[in-house]
């Protein structure tokens, strides 16, 4: 018998989330789907790995757009919808914002009351007094804003549907976060920057993110909180696979696929590295435009120039520089007392970050997550799984090659332990019983993704998902070929590489029901 | 309160619409790509590097070293010392690989005219493993074979260990100290190395020319013998005493050896109350003897087991004897499953076990969590128990 039938309905490349998400979308519809994942194991990004027994994340993780059970956010309805069970643990708090230059120290929590009125508010107000009206009041525009984009994902409106509908994202959609915040709040510099914070999270400057997707991200982390896994992002991951096959996908490991075979504009299989040629006339794609456009559509002559101009113009996001640490004290020995941390050794600016991404090091902005404080029992008693984290450009890494490659990211890596050492008082240093460090050539060596890019194209005002919702038909540049990753509409993370993978399966069936017409 | 003016605005949309479609028409519409982080990523991780043997030396009566060159277009990726290559290797018509340390520094794999690496495998001792003894038997210059490196986390990390080293090192355990003593020699490993080498006669001593040849004050080559030869240096075994002589202040320990003396050397470390991150140990492949592990069912008759192996839709029934892990099984009726460490603890050979009762050694599970919870198993740490199923990659 041979490895693969000759002809699947869909080939989805690469078993990440979003290439999951799809999969499995499209298997409970009765389709037959090939996943095919150049790694041994699923989830991309959203994985883990063990060292000396003990189990540490890949990088930061939380999982946003759950909810609680009793009031579940669209990903946890689509998880249960898709009958993917996974043991979730609530994160504690939203985030703490430690800024000594500002004189800003403050944690806040998620959550909405019950007359409306948002806990962050409250604890905001408590520090900066006066401002609670303001701040509940962004955050109700904020939630709007969640509402008509999720509405939006799956619905079609005319302009006056969308006016009467949706007119805190139609309002907002033409300006930045920061254009927004400046304008038409009424709130003290300090309560913006605290605010503001989270752009970690989409690796933009506020000053140039949509305040669409800014809303977007504020009102989910602070409606429903974030999560993690119980058995790590490697769990998450697990489920969804285990899901996969139980479904009937057929779901292969170690396929890199190195062609994608194009015919008269549309697709018709894949050839992997190995050299199967496998048949499907849709393909769902994690690897990049840029890869995909570059280097893998064959011929090449297939290629249509309009869909070079997109993969060239398309601004590449940032990419992932971690530092992942076993520490041999527990939490409290070591000050360690929130979940995540953002810290500014300058005063808090998102565009001075953003400028800084584009060199190594010299990293003014850190953010550190402490899973035992979500987890408690991701190690053995008595240490600490704790991972500091910039996100810079992929620029920042042209002038590294393999020769100076392990003593540039210590040189790194030691300059951000060094600065979390000196904002906690304790030198990690002396603490460390395992450590490793990722580069964008670690994200690029093992996810295959271009320039180890991991959080997609810029959100930027010129590259606006609303922008993007509205072009979506345009850019199917090959027919049948759908993108299926953080590139994609939604851009980064992990609930919205999901929904990545939702969107490319809507895609395919009505792209399919639409065939079945014609 | 603030005028909300622009919040009238309706034509937001279509402006960021716009600008975006300005955007795009302003790419170039030639291929462009090019990506530097991929290339550098590859160079330090290639999937397979074809190598040459370029020589053959004897470093004892009992061992031989082995040099290699990448031929092919392919270029030696560089690695850190007391990393590890895997090599693939065809035994009377049988493919298998096998981790060897490496015993040359990384600035030779990187260097020079003729970028080299080298391992150094033992012969003629019943311990030593089949592969070691075909290695030393059958393989001469100009021989070739497809090498996966660099591999394994038992290499000093500045920025965890102490600089003071101690190396615990038995049998062929040296070859990791040998490849750091000569980057600390050549100036691009910043550390000091003691190596204590226990050996039971002089004669089992490997590879001490090369690094008594070793001229550099970092460096110190220290046997000690615990056969009853007369030997005027140091006598016994790698006792917590002899130990602390050779320790500084704060000391990182790295150990690499057999089993017995791992397990020695470890009650040793920990009466000296060497906090555990000082203590680096190197993993050793899968036991001879599974019967022997640590909770391996008592009273268990060795037996031939059917083992199905599912490859995308092909299955194929093999036989799989429980005193062999499922890698071997899988190697023995031809059928690559790829595997590194060969301890369980790396996971490049992870499986899933679709029915079936396994075997595995406490010590060789590597697997992560949520892999136990969805049964996915390390084939080269798995033994059976019954029949199995399992599914792996297609390769």
């Known amino acids: 018998m041979a490895f693969y039938k000759d002809k699947y309905d869909v080939i989805v490349i690469g078993g990440a989330l979003a290439g999951m998400s799809c999969a499995m979308r499209l298997a409970g519809e009765g389709k037959d789907v090939l996943v095919l994942e150049r790694h041994n194991l699923p989830g991309g990004v959203a994985t883990s790995f063990v060292r000396g027994g003990i189990e540490m994340e890949a990088t930061l993780h939380e999982m946003m757009s759950l909810g609680l059970r009793e009031d579940p956010l669209y990903i946890r309805q689509y998880l249960d919808e898709m009958k993917v069970a996974i043991d979730w643990l609530r994160v504690p708090e939203a985030y703490e914002l430690y800024s000594p230059k500002d004189g800003i120290d403050i944690e806040l929590h998620a959550g909405r009351r019950a007359n409306g009125t948002w806990v962050c508010a409250d604890e905001i107000e408590a520090k900066y007094p006066g401002t609670r009206k303001e701040v509940n009041r962004l955050l109700e525009i904020c939630r709007k804003v969640y509402e008509s984009v999720l509405f939006l994902n799956e619905h079609k409106l005319s302009k006056l549907e969308m006016l009467l509908g949706h007119e805190e994202l139609v309002k907002t959609a033409g300006y930045s976060a920061k254009e927004v915040l400046d304008v038409a709040f009424d709130l003290p510099e300090d309560v913006k920057k605290i605010l503001s914070a989270y752009w970690v999270y989409v690796g933009q400057p506020i000053s140039t993110l949509p305040f669409t997707i800014y809303a977007f991200l504020m009102a989910d982390y602070m409606i429903g909180g974030s999560f993690v896994a119980r058995g790590f992002s490697h769990e998450m991951a697990m489920a969804m696979q285990n899901r996969c096959e139980e479904l009937g996908v057929q779901f292969e490991y170690r396929q890199e696929v190195e062609k994608i075979l194009v015919r008269d504009g549309r697709v018709y299989g894949v050839r992997t590295a190995r050299g199967d040629e496998i048949h499907a006339d849709y393909i769902a794609s994690a690897p990049y435009p840029n890869e995909v456009y570059g280097r893998m559509i064959e011929p090449q002559s297939e290629v249509p120039p309009q869909a070079r101009k997109y993969a060239n113009a398309m601004p590449m996001s940032v990419t992932n520089f971690s530092v992942v640490l076993l520490l041999d004290e527990p939490p409290e020995k070591l000050n360690i007392h929130s979940y995540s941390v953002f810290s500014s050794e300058i005063p808090f600016d998102t565009d001075v970050f953003w400028a800084e991404g584009r060199k190594l090091g010299g990293w003014s902005c850190l953010s550190t997550i402490c899973l035992n404080l979500a987890n408690p029992e991701c190690t053995p008693q008595g240490m600490t799984s704790l991972s500091i984290t910039f996100l810079p450009l992929p620029e920042a890494f042209d002038g590294v090659s393999a020769d100076d490659y392990y003593a540039v990211k210590r040189q790194v890596a030691k300059e951000m332990i060094d600065k979390v050492s000196s904002r906690l008082g304790v030198n990690l240093l002396d603490h460390v019983v395992e450590i490793e460090i990722e580069s964008p050539m670690t994200m690029a060596h093992y996810t295959g993704m271009y320039k180890g890019g991991i959080y997609g194209y810029q959100h930027s005002m010129d590259n606006s998902v609303v922008g993007r919702l509205e072009d979506v038909e345009r850019e199917q540049y090959i027919r049948g070929l759908v993108s299926c990753a953080s590139h994609q509409l939604v851009g980064d993370g992990m609930a919205c590489n999901i929904n990545n993978g939702k969107i490319a399966s809507t895609m395919i069936l009505e792209e399919m029901k639409k065939e079945a017409h014609a | ?395």
């Open chain 2, 1 to 395: 309160m603030k005028v909300y003016g622009f919040l009238k605005d309706v034509t937001g949309a279509s402006r960021v619409t716009n600008a975006r479609r300005k955007l795009i028409e302003s790419g170039s519409p030639e291929n462009l790509y090019h990506d530097h982080i991929k290339e550098v990523a590859r160079e330090l991780h290639p999937q397979v590097t074809r190598v040459v043997v370029t020589k053959c030396e004897d470093v004892s009566p009992t061992a031989r070293r082995f040099t290699f060159e990448a031929v092919d277009g392919d270029v030696l990726p560089p690695f850190q010392c007391g990393q590890y290559v895997s090599l693939d290797l065809e035994i009377n018509g049988t493919v298998t690989t096998r981790p060897y340390s490496i015993c040359s520094a990384p600035f030779e794999a990187r260097e020079g005219e003729h970028p080299f690496f080298q391992i150094t495998v033992r012969n003629g001792r019943p311990e030593t493993g089949f592969a070691a003894n075909w290695l030393y038997a059958n393989v001469k210059e100009g021989d070739r074979f497809d090498a996966h490196l660099p591999f394994g986390q038992f290499y000093y990390e500045p920025l965890r260990d102490s600089r003071t080293i101690v190396a615990l090192a038995g049998g062929s355990g040296i070859t990791p100290f040998c490849s750091m003593a000569k980057e600390i020699a050549h100036g691009t490993l910043d550390a000091d190395l003691t190596i204590l080498y226990g050996s039971v006669s002089t004669k089992d001593i490997i590879l001490e020319k090369e690094l008594n040849a070793i001229d550099c004050e970092r460096v110190r080559f220290v046997n000690v013998i615990s056969g009853d030869e007369p030997y005027e240096g140091e006598k016994g075994f790698l006792t917590r005493d002899l130990i602390q002589k050779y320790s500084g202040e704060d000391t990182t320990y790295f150990v690499c050896g057999p089993l017995p003396m791992y397990h020695f050397v470890k009650g040793e470390l920990e009466a000296l109350n060497v906090p555990p991150r000082r203590i680096r140990m190197e993993v050793f492949g899968a036991p001879r003897n599974v019967a022997e592990a640590e909770g391996y069912p008592k009273d268990f008759e060795p037996k031939t087991f059917h083992l199905t192996v599912l490859r995308g839709r092909q299955e194929d029934v093999i036989e799989a004897s429980s005193l062999e892990p499922l890698t071997v099984a899988l190697e023995r009726a031809g059928i690559r499953n790829g595997s590194r460490c060969r301890s369980g603890a790396c996971g490049y050979c992870r499986a899933k076990l679709v029915s079936g009762d396994v075997f595995i050694p406490q010590d060789g599970d590597g697997r992560r969590r949520a892999d136990r919870q969805y049964g996915y198993v390390h084939a080269c740490s798995t033994w059976p128990l019954s029949d199995c199923i399992i599914r792996i990659p297609i390769m």
